[in-house]
């Protein structure tokens, strides 16, 4: 066999094995390593391995993910996804539907501080489906728009899928993250008009909660004040040149740790439970890097992306029809794959296509607004019927529930962000405007 048919074959083997439910760190680690021995042979296996495991996580921009992960447990102790659901309630609870408003305003704002879709949603699950059920909303409602919710982890700043993806395409974290802030608004106020939407043809799904009063008010907002604070501090201090975002994240994680202590209580179990669960999350984050990083040298040996990215130079396909075809497989592995080691398979083999191409935009705007459009579809792969991770966590959760009523509570947020993902299309500027405005070095 050639090295381009080793390498069809193994993506293949690959694509059966996630199938399998084999965890997806394990299955690019075994098929990169045995497709590698058999292209180059022993020797050059070792020799990689050698130096590729002690450089991939010496790499200073890695150090920034267990950081953010520190700072999103020390924040779950401290209460501040309860206080966040809290004070979104308290301004929209007593509108229809205005409770799971509320949930996607408490989503995004831990998606500020936790960077993880499937965090997010769990998180906000154990907050937010209490109440909705004491209100009686829909089960499809419920599940739907903290399943849709949830995916708003991924792209409102700090994400830690972004930072792996500013990695692999060697561009500014920081100019990301300012990238991913307009459209990361645009998710949530989507999401609260489909559910408007929803609740004006459906006026039972989503009943309105009392009305709080002023002091009520008063009292949510002064109870997220440390999110707002910390919030501002890192990414204002990291967009305004102050410090680096592995700096930004340490002072994150500090003030999430004295605000646990301060107001949610956290003792010293406490704190080795965040301890434990960020090790934990980091290290099956880092084997994912890992497996990646041997996979793609093992295509790499294949050729198999050059030959890709030679394919589609001269194939006369209109660069717009290349995107959509990349959109439709996200979809699909969606179906199969969590967003971050989508990311880690596809980026590698896609961003040469895409920086092959003329979209009328220099190379460092196209990682941006590629980037952007990446996390989006990478989104709807999680919600995505008939697999969608984010709609098993919740649905989980929601044991009273059918999964094909939160399926069907999941499409209208679909629908919301394939409107987002054609208005980026068409119009560029929305995710470059901020980079422009606050340039980054």
């Given at each position: 066999?050639?090295?381009?048919?080793?390498?069809?074959?193994?993506?293949?083997?690959?694509?059966?094995?996630l199938?399998?439910r084999?965890?997806?760190?394990?299955?690019?680690?075994?098929?990169?390593?045995?497709?590698?021995?058999?292209?180059?042979g022993?020797?050059?296996?070792?020799?990689?391995?050698?130096?590729?495991?002690?450089?991939?996580?010496?790499?200073f921009?890695?150090?920034?993910?267990?950081?953010?992960i520190?700072?999103?447990?020390?924040?779950?102790?401290?209460?501040?996804?309860?206080?966040?659901?809290?004070?979104?309630?308290?301004?929209l609870?007593?509108?229809?539907?205005?409770?799971?408003m509320?949930?996607?305003?408490?989503?995004?704002?831990?998606?500020?501080?936790?960077?993880?879709?499937?965090?997010?949603?769990?998180?906000?699950?154990?907050?937010?489906?209490?109440?909705?059920?004491?209100?009686?909303?829909?089960?499809?409602?419920?599940?739907?728009?903290?399943?849709?919710?949830?995916t708003?982890?991924?792209?409102?700043?700090?994400?830690?899928?972004?930072?792996?993806?500013?990695?692999?395409?060697?561009?500014?974290?920081?100019?990301?993250?300012l990238?991913?802030?307009?459209?990361?608004?645009?998710?949530?106020?989507?999401?609260?008009?489909?559910?408007?939407?929803?609740?004006?043809i459906?006026?039972?799904?989503g009943?309105?909660g009392?009305?709080?009063?002023?002091?009520?008010?008063?009292?949510?907002?002064?109870?997220?004040?440390?999110?707002?604070?910390?919030?501002?501090?890192?990414?204002?201090?990291?967009?305004?040149?102050?410090?680096?975002?592995?700096?930004?994240?340490?002072?994150?994680?500090?003030?999430?740790?004295?605000?646990a202590?301060?107001?949610?209580?956290?003792?010293?179990?406490?704190?080795?439970?965040?301890?434990?669960?960020?090790?934990?999350t980091?290290?099956?984050?880092?084997?994912?890097v890992?497996?990646?990083?041997?996979?793609?040298?093992?295509?790499?040996?294949?050729?198999?992306p050059?030959?890709?990215?030679?394919?589609?130079?001269?194939?006369?396909l209109?660069?717009?029809?290349?995107?959509f075809?990349?959109?439709?497989l996200y979809?699909?592995l969606?179906?199969?794959?969590?967003?971050?080691?989508?990311?880690?398979?596809?980026?590698?083999i896609?961003?040469?296509?895409?920086?092959g191409l003329e979209?009328?935009?220099?190379?460092?705007?196209?990682?941006?607004?590629?980037?952007?459009?990446?996390?989006?579809?990478?989104?709807?792969?999680?919600?995505t019927?008939?697999?969608?991770?984010?709609?098993?966590?919740?649905?989980?959760?929601?044991?009273?529930?059918?999964?094909?009523?939160?399926f069907?509570?999941v499409?209208?947020?679909?629908?919301?962000?394939?409107?987002?993902?054609?208005?980026?299309?068409?119009?560029?500027?929305?995710?470059?405007?901020?980079?422009?405005?606050?340039?980054i070095?």
């Amino acid at each position: 066999m050639s090295g381009l048919e080793i390498g069809a074959t193994g993506f293949v083997v690959l694509l059966l094995l996630l199938a399998l439910r084999i965890p997806i760190g394990v299955a690019m680690l075994s098929v990169g390593l045995v497709g590698y021995f058999i292209i180059a042979g022993s020797v050059p296996l070792m020799s990689y391995l050698k130096s590729e495991m002690y450089w991939r996580f010496s790499t200073f921009e890695l150090s920034v993910v267990p950081l953010f992960i520190l700072m999103g447990q020390f924040a779950a102790k401290a209460g501040l996804s309860q206080a966040l659901f809290r004070a979104a309630n308290v301004f929209l609870g007593h509108h229809r539907g205005g409770i799971a408003m509320a949930a996607i305003g408490g989503c995004a704002g831990v998606g500020a501080i936790a960077g993880s879709s499937l965090a997010t949603a769990a998180t906000m699950g154990q907050v937010a489906l209490p109440e909705l059920k004491r209100y009686n909303y829909s089960g499809a409602l419920t599940t739907g728009c903290l399943a849709a919710g949830g995916t708003l982890g991924i792209l409102i700043p700090p994400s830690v899928v972004l930072i792996i993806y500013a990695i692999l395409v060697e561009a500014n974290v920081a100019t990301l993250f300012l990238a991913a802030f307009i459209p990361g608004i645009l998710a949530a106020l989507g999401y609260i008009a489909a559910i408007a939407i929803m609740v004006r043809i459906d006026p039972k799904a989503g009943p309105a909660g009392p009305k709080a009063g002023r002091d009520e008010r008063v009292a949510a907002l002064l109870d997220i004040w440390p999110v707002l604070v910390i919030f501002v501090l890192v990414m204002g201090g990291i967009y305004a040149g102050f410090f680096t975002p592995t700096e930004g994240a340490s002072i994150g994680s500090v003030g999430t740790f004295l605000v646990a202590i301060t107001r949610g209580g956290m003792r010293w179990h406490g704190f080795i439970d965040a301890i434990i669960g960020t090790a934990t999350t980091t290290a099956f984050i880092f084997l994912i890097v890992l497996g990646a990083a041997v996979f793609n040298a093992f295509l790499g040996f294949s050729r198999l992306p050059n030959f890709a990215t030679d394919f589609f130079a001269g194939s006369g396909l209109a660069p717009v029809v290349i995107i959509f075809a990349m959109i439709v497989l996200y979809i699909l592995l969606g179906m199969v794959m969590d967003s971050l080691s989508m990311i880690l398979l596809t980026v590698p083999i896609f961003w040469p296509i895409i920086a092959g191409l003329e979209f009328g935009m220099d190379v460092e705007d196209v990682k941006l607004w590629f980037g952007i459009i990446t996390l989006i579809v990478v989104e709807m792969g999680l919600i995505t019927p008939p697999v969608g991770l984010n709609v098993f966590i919740i649905n989980s959760m929601a044991k009273d529930v059918p999964m094909i009523e939160t399926f069907k509570g999941v499409v209208p947020f679909i629908i919301s962000d394939a409107l987002r993902v054609i208005l980026i299309l068409l119009f560029p500027i929305i995710t470059l405007v901020l980079p422009r405005l606050f340039a980054i070095e």
